[in-house]
């Protein structure tokens, strides 16, 4: 099992900027992709960004230019620097890992942290 702890999350006015992290804790799996997925009220989880072990980047078009995915693997640590919050990112965001043992591939979620986003 992964456990992961997300944390940074809270209220902020449009235009300004939060920076969220998440620790995966130590485990037999090997965590090859983490990332961050947000949730709205009423609507489906979505993809915000995904980094994998080596670096490599995806980010959902709406975050493009405003956030950045970035990792320590040392640490099993996921940071989310997210700039120029709009209302619209108001929502719980869940860190995500990847992982895998052997054969065996397994996802994994934090519990969520709440960001909003108003004046």
């Known amino acids: 099992q992964v456990q992961l702890v997300e944390s940074g999350g809270g209220l902020v006015q449009p235009g300004g900027s939060l920076r969220l992290s998440c620790v995966a804790s130590?485990?037999?799996?090997?965590?090859?992709?983490m990332g961050w997925y947000h949730q709205a009220p009423g609507k489906q989880r979505e993809l915000v960004a995904t980094?994998?072990?080596?670096?490599?980047?995806n980010y959902a078009d709406s975050v493009k230019g405003r956030f950045t995915i970035s990792r320590d693997n040392a640490k099993n640590t996921v940071y989310l620097q997210m700039n120029s919050l709009k209302p619209d990112d108001t929502a719980v965001y869940y860190c995500?890992?990847?992982?895998?043992?052997?054969?065996?591939?397994?996802?994994?979620w934090g519990q969520g942290t709440q960001v909003t986003v108003s004046s």
């Open positions: 995500n890992a990847v992982g895998v043992e052997g054969i065996y591939r397994r996802t994994f």
């Open positions: 130590q485990s037999d799996f090997s965590i090859i992709v």
């Open positions: 980094i994998t072990r080596s670096g490599a980047t």
